[in-house]
C-alpha cells in the first residue's frame, strides 16, 4: 500500500472536531449532545444577506475575480474606514475564509524553516496552517492566573532567532476572548519594528468586545505599515461560517502582489458567500447591539457559572465569545471524551473542546475551551452537567 506523505501524517488532528465519533454515539445511544466545542453561533445571520440570495437570478454561477468582487472590496473598505481602519480596495485581496487569508499570508511571506511567535494558547487551527506553509510556531505562553494577559514583550524578544520572520496574534482572542490593551499592541510594534518582522492579527472577533472595550487593529499601530497583515471573515461577525468569506489587507504592495499569485492558482472565492457578504455590510447598527447583549447574557452566567463549581477557575473574557477554564481534572482530553462515552444527566452530555491542542508547548492538560454560543436554558443545562460530570469523574484531582 503506497504510504501517507510525511506532511500528511504531520498535520495534527482538530481538537474542535476530533471528539465528533464519541458525540455522534452518544447521539445515537439517544443522549442529547450540547455543543460548547465549536464556534457556530445560533445567532440568526443578517436578514438583509439572506434575501439577497434569495433575490439573485442568475442562470451561471461564474467565477469571481481572484482578488473578490470590486463592490465587495468597495464596500469592505469603507466598513474598515467606518471603524477607524484607512484602507483602500486595492489593498484588500477577498479569500475563501479566513483560513485560506491566513495560509496565504503564511506562505507568502516565510520560507519553510521559518518560525512564527504566537502566544498561547491560540486558535488550534494556526497548527495546521503553519505545517501547510511548513512554518515553525514557537509559542510563548500567556498565563490563566494572568487572564491571558500578552506576554511581556521581553518574552517575545526572547524567542526571536535569525529564523524569526513574524508574531501571530487573535485580538479579541480565540480560544481566550481576551481583548489586548493598546498599550501592550504599541509595545509589540516596538519590537516587530526593531527586527523588521512580520505583524500578523486576526481581527475576525472585532465585534464582539464588551464592558466598554475595543480591540485596536494592528492597521491602526503607527511605524510598520507595511509589516502588518490583516485576517478577517464573515463567519462570526455576521454568523455566516458556512458563506467560506475572508479577507487579508495589507499596505505591502510587494507582499499583496505576492498573495495574488496564491490567490489565482485557487481561482477565486465563493460567488454567492461574497454576495452574501456584500449585503451584510449594510446590517444595522442594532443588530450588532443586539448580538453584543445576548453575548454578554451568555458570558456573565456561563462564566460565573463555572467560577461557582469547586476547583474550577474561568477568567472573565473581555470579548469574542469563548472562555477557557481550569478544571480540577487530571487530563482534559480524557474528560472531554468521557463525558461523551459515560456521563448524562437527564439524558444531557456537554460536548468541549480540550485545551491542550490549543498550546504548542504541552500546556492546557486540565483546561477546557468553552463556546458560548447557546441560548440561556442550554447553557444553564451545560453549566448542570459539568458541575455533576466533574464530581463524579474518576480522574477528579
Known sequence: MPKISSIGNAMPSSPIRKLMPFANRAKAEGKTVIHLNIG????????????????????VVEYSPSEGYASYRDGLS????????DVSSDEI???TGGS????????????PGDEVIIPEPFYANYRGFAQMAGVKIVPVTARIEDGFELPPISDFEALIT????????????????????????????????KHDLYLFSDEVYREFCYDGQTAKSVMQLDGIEHNVVLIDSVSKRYSMCGARVGALVTKNKELKDTVMKFAMTRLSPPTFGQIASEAALKASVEYFEDVRSRYVKRRDL??????????VTCPKPGGAFYAVCKLPIDSSDKFCQWMLEHFSHENHTVMMAPASGFYASGG????V??????????????????????????GRI
Not at 492546557?364 to 483546561?367: A, H, M, S, T
Request: hydrophobic share 40%; aromatic share 6%; proline share 8%.
Open 40 to 59: 457556530q453561533p445560533d445567532i440568526a445571520t443578517p436578514e438583509i444577506a439572506l434575501s439577497e440570495l434569495r433575490a439573485d437570478t442568475r442562470t
Open 78 to 85: 469603507k466598513y474598515y474606514c467606518s471603524v477607524g481602519i
Open 93 to 95: 485581496v477577498v479569500t
Open 100 to 111: 485560506e487569508a491566513l495560509v496565504f499570508g503564511f506562505m507568502s511571506c516565510m520560507d
Open 162 to 193: 535569525p529564523k524569526t520572520k513574524g508574531i501571530l496574534i487573535c485580538n479579541p482572542g480565540n480560544p481566550t476572548g481576551k481583548v489586548y490593551a493598546p498599550g501592550a499592541l504599541d509595545s509589540l510594534a516596538s519590537i516587530v519594528k
Open 302 to 311: 456561563m462564566v460565573n457559572g463555572l467560577n461557582a463549581i469547586p476547583g
Open 364 to 367: 492546557g492538560e486540565d483546561e
Open 369 to 394: 475551551r468553552i463556546a458560548y454560543v447557546l441560548d440561556l436554558p442550554l447553557l444553564e443545562k451545560a453549566l448542570k452537567c459539568i458541575e455533576l460530570a466533574i464530581e463524579q469523574y474518576p
